[in-house]
T-cell receptor, first 111, second 113 residues
C-alpha cells in the first residue's frame, strides 16, 4: 500500500489567508520529504524539501514542518494567492532519487 | 533549454494496439523517470533509469517497457494496450545527486478504448 497519504482532499481558503496542507507518512527510513505543486494540465513542480533530521524549513512564503514522532508532514503557505490554486502532493525519497507520492490535496483560493 | 518534452500530448488507442510515448530532456540529466497519474490520484512510478543503458522497474511496470540508449531520450513502450492503461503519463528527470527536485514534462494523456 501507499506509505504517504493526505488527510484532506480539498482545502478552500480566501485570498490572503494562510493555508496548511497536511500529510501522513509511514516509512520512517525515508531521507527526505518533499512537496510538489501541480497546476491543472501541467506536470508537478518542486516546491520545497526537508531532510529527515530537520523539523522545519522555510522558503519563499512556504514553510514545511516535519514531526517524526507522529509521522506527519505539513506545508504552510503564507498570504495565499489565487496563483497558489493547485493540487499539492507530498512525497518521500525512497532511494536512487525515486519518489513515492501521496494522493494530493486540492487547494482552492477565492479572491 | 526546453527542459523535458513529451510527445504526443494526447492519444486514443484501441485495445491491443501498441505505441511509444516519447520523452526527451536537454539538461544532461542522468536520472529519468516515467510515472502514470490516474484521475484524482498521485503519481505511480513505472520505470526509471540512472543512466544510459540502465533501467529499473518501479511500482507499476507491468504492461510497459523502456529503453535508454542515450542520455537525452527515455521512451516508454506499451505493447498491448488495455483500458487499465488509460491515464496521464509524465516523464521526469533529475541530475545525478539532484535528488528531490525532479523536472517534469507536460504529460501525455492516453485513452484506451
Amino acid at each position: 500500500g501507499e506509505s504517504v497519504g493526505l488527510h484532506l482532499p480539498t482545502l478552500s481558503v480566501q485570498e490572503g489567508d494562510n493555508s496548511i496542507i497536511n500529510c501522513a507518512y509511514s516509512n520512517s527510513a525515508s531521507d527526505y520529504f518533499i512537496w510538489y505543486k501541480q497546476e491543472s494540465g501541467k506536470g508537478p513542480q518542486f516546491i520545497i524539501d526537508i531532510r529527515s533530521n530537520m523539523d522545519k524549513r522555510q522558503g519563499q512564503r512556504v514553510t514545511v514542518l516535519l514531526n517524526k514522532t507522529v509521522k506527519h508532514l505539513s506545508l504552510q503557505i503564507a498570504a495565499t494567492q489565487p496563483g497558489d490554486s493547485a493540487v499539492y502532493f507530498c512525497a518521500e525519497n525512497t532511494g536512487y532519487s525515486t519518489l513515492t507520492f501521496g494522493k494530493g490535496t486540492m487547494l482552492l483560493v477565492s479572491p | 533549454n526546453a527542459g523535458v518534452t513529451q510527445t504526443p500530448k494526447f492519444r486514443i488507442l484501441k485495445i491491443g494496439q501498441s505505441m511509444t510515448l516519447q520523452c526527451t530532456q536537454d539538461m544532461n540529466h542522468n536520472y529519468m523517470y516515467w510515472y502514470r497519474q490516474d484521475p484524482g490520484m498521485g503519481l505511480k512510478l513505472i520505470y526509471y533509469s540512472v543512466g544510459a543503458g540502465i533501467t529499473d522497474k518501479g511500482e507499476v511496470p507491468n504492461g510497459y517497457n523502456v529503453s535508454r540508449s542515450t542520455t537525452e531520450d527515455f521512451p516508454l513502450r506499451l505493447e498491448l494496450a488495455a483500458p487499465s492503461q488509460t491515464s496521464v503519463y509524465f516523464c521526469a528527470s533529475t541530475p545525478t545527486g539532484g535528488g528531490n527536485e525532479q523536472f517534469f514534462g507536460p504529460g501525455t494523456r492516453l485513452t484506451v478504448l
